[in-house]
């Protein structure tokens, strides 16, 4: 009898599941459900899917799931998840155990996603890592002297919710001048839009909305605008970093996230901003600045890595 | 044969040595010597110091130091002292090792200050802090899951130099509009300076310069303007340890250094802008905000801690 890992990543449109034998990180499986519609609560989809992948007469060393918004690890507990219908202070880990009586784990999305870029993505060598997703929000996972960082109650990590500009712009957490709020894409488009109604001549004049994907992709053509729209985010992710270089001393900082492939006007703003803003040298010199390489794998990889975790411990 | 710990703090202005029991955290003796003067250098001091500490009869598990400026704890190596004259790139471990013959082992005095308020004091029982000292600079260290956090090569904790204030005011590190450009005791004494050139009144007009615990005692007659200082400080404060909860997720956040003696102004501001910026709730319901227990023996208890360490590995 094998030992196999049953893993899943809650996303706010899909949930994905998979089996994993002990011993490489190739699935056995996966499937993919939607996390809502047809009336039926995503937990139910969720349980349901874990339960279909269940090996014949392999064993199920652990269940783990990677799921969103602030968590307690600790408990199990998903404190608020916006984005999928009815997840409320739910005791995930108890319902994991309830159904399937084998050790359970979850994790926070980014945080696990960190976890998994450490064990078998872009971060692998590098015990002191910084792992950045950019995209609808900014979520982070740090992990620090070989092991994941998640302080006392499971919400370390909200590095998009650091102050970049104590007045800046509204951020989605209903604060202002948060990373997010200034790098994430919706902000970035919101930018665009702004510049455009303040008469700014752009390919993507007439567009509106705009999405960070369009920007992109009229930086790739070059359009003033749009290049010094993403130079603006990577500018302020290079503050954000110099804080989180100074704070914590990694020596990788993978970013993840659909605004990560909007191309080298964001990096080489990036590292401008980094050049200019770190405190010396040294935090530099042998620093990894990459992206992630799991892309949307990450959290399920990360959650394989929790599992492996828990069925060690 | 008993066994005893030799450990040293060494300061801009004095270096303190102690002879410290195995078995409780009172010394045996300690010394304190000039850490300049006479032209000896501060490194023949420092080691003359802890020679004239050796016991007699007894056994030295381990000698640690804590030194001002970024140090590599790994080599043992201090890159730059900035008020220790000749201590530039100095390899103290191995000056250490080849006089003594123990285990020997240095830190970063801010981080070693963290270790000692979490081991001994304000800080005992919180596997998750921060300290964080406001003085000339603004200094600090993280405890997280039990851990001195230092990063991959010692330089983290730099907490008085992440940005709150992208084009703020100048740094004593040469950056801009970083937490100690804007709540160290000097910026608060140049913020009231600036306000009384601008025609303010205090009743600290005329009094040029302006020490940051002028301000405190004025401030504590209740000088509208030094109580705005200490305010506009605190608020600063907030705004940086709001974002390292939102990083770290700690339960103590512990303030030492001279300005942590300011009186309530400073810690009402501190706890007013933590309740405005917080991400949610959850980061402040059980956390502890208080001024360190240890005063200046914070770096030697913490030089303390990590000779129990050394000895124990």
Chains 1, 2 share one sequence.
């Not at 409320?88 to 976890?115: M, Q, S, T, Y």
């Amino acid at each position: 009898m094998s030992k196999t890992y049953l893993v899943a990543d809650v996303g706010g449109t899909q949930i994905r599941a998979a089996l994993f034998p002990a011993d490489h990180p190739q699935p056995i499986k996966v499937i993919r459900t939607s996390t809502q519609g047809d009336g039926q609560a995503p937990l139910e989809r969720l349980l349901d899917a874990l339960a279909s992948l269940w090996p014949d007469g392999d064993q199920v060393a652990a269940i783990t799931v990677a799921a969103p918004g602030p968590l307690d690890p600790y408990e199990g507990i998903v404190y608020e998840a916006p984005n999928v219908p009815g997840w409320e202070n739910l005791p995930l880990k108890n319902h994991l155990r309830e159904r399937f009586n084998v050790p359970a784990a979850i994790g926070n999305d980014a945080n696990l996603a960190a976890l998994g870029e450490w064990r078998f993505g872009a971060g692998r060598g590098h015990n002191n890592l910084i792992y950045i997703t950019v995209s609808t929000g900014i979520g982070g996972g740090v992990i620090s002297d070989g092991q994941l960082l998640i302080g006392a109650h499971g919400l370390a990590g909200e590095l998009g919710h650091t102050t970049i500009i104590p007045d800046g712009p509204h951020c989605g957490c209903g604060q202002r001048g948060h990373l997010e709020a200034l790098a994430s894409g919706p902000s970035i488009a919101r930018w665009v839009e702004e510049q455009l109604a303040a008469g700014k001549s752009s390919i993507l004049t007439g567009r509106q909305p705009i999405t960070a994907r369009e920007v992109a992709t009229a930086a790739a053509q070059n359009d003033a605008l749009a290049v010094a729209a993403l130079r603006r985010a990577g500018t302020y992710l290079g503050i954000g970093i110099a804080n989180f270089l100074h704070i914590l001393n990694p020596t990788a900082i993978i970013i993840g996230g659909g605004v990560s492939r909007s191309g080298p006007h964001l990096f080489d703003a990036i590292h401008a901003s980094l050049e200019e803003r770190v405190l010396s040298r040294q935090y530099l010199d042998d620093l990894v600045l990459t992206t992630a390489a799991l892309g949307d794998d990450a959290g399920l990889m990360g959650a394989l890595a929790l599992a492996q975790t828990v069925a060690r411990s």
